[in-house]
């Protein structure tokens, strides 16, 4: 289901939501409800449940690797490593994300035989690893 909401994000909008609310409403306020109405409402229930539960860890988890990373390319941008990675300490900026984003750039600069470039890398990882625990 996670795969499904992050393919069809765009299309989970307030429409989309206003679209099933109705149809909740249709079955619940039938005169007449046959069991497969009831199931029906328990279906729309749930699915509804679901997609909002997991849009919402959707966006967070897309709000978290944008911030990864931002805080990434601060920290192999700058001029002077050490003193960024402090002021990311103290607003508390360096996370697993950031780490997990730095490996698999690592990853994929030695796939593509980019030595140098690991390199560099391996070394902001190495300076990161110094400020937070994994």
């Known amino acids: 289901m996670d795969f499904e909401i992050a393919r069809l994000?765009?299309?989970l909008t307030k429409d989309f939501f206003e679209c099933i609310q109705i149809e909740l409403a249709k079955l619940r306020f039938s005169v007449s409800r046959t069991k497969e109405m009831e199931d029906r409402l328990i279906e729309f229930e749930a699915l509804e449940k679901v997609l909002l539960e997991g849009i919402e860890a959707y966006d967070k988890m897309e709000g978290d690797l944008v911030l990864a990373k931002e805080r990434l390319l601060k920290i192999l941008q700058s001029?002077?490593?050490?003193?960024?990675?402090?002021?990311?300490v103290e607003r508390n900026e360096l996370t697993r994300s950031v780490l997990a984003l730095l490996d698999e750039n690592i990853a994929d600069a030695l796939k593509s035989e980019q030595r140098?470039?690991?390199?560099?890398?391996?070394?902001a990882r190495a300076a990161i690893l110094k400020y937070i625990t994994v």
């Open 79 to 88: 001029k002077d490593r050490n003193s960024t990675l402090l002021d990311m």
């Open 116 to 123: 140098e470039a690991a390199v560099f890398m391996e070394g």
């Open 9 to 11: 994000r765009p299309r």
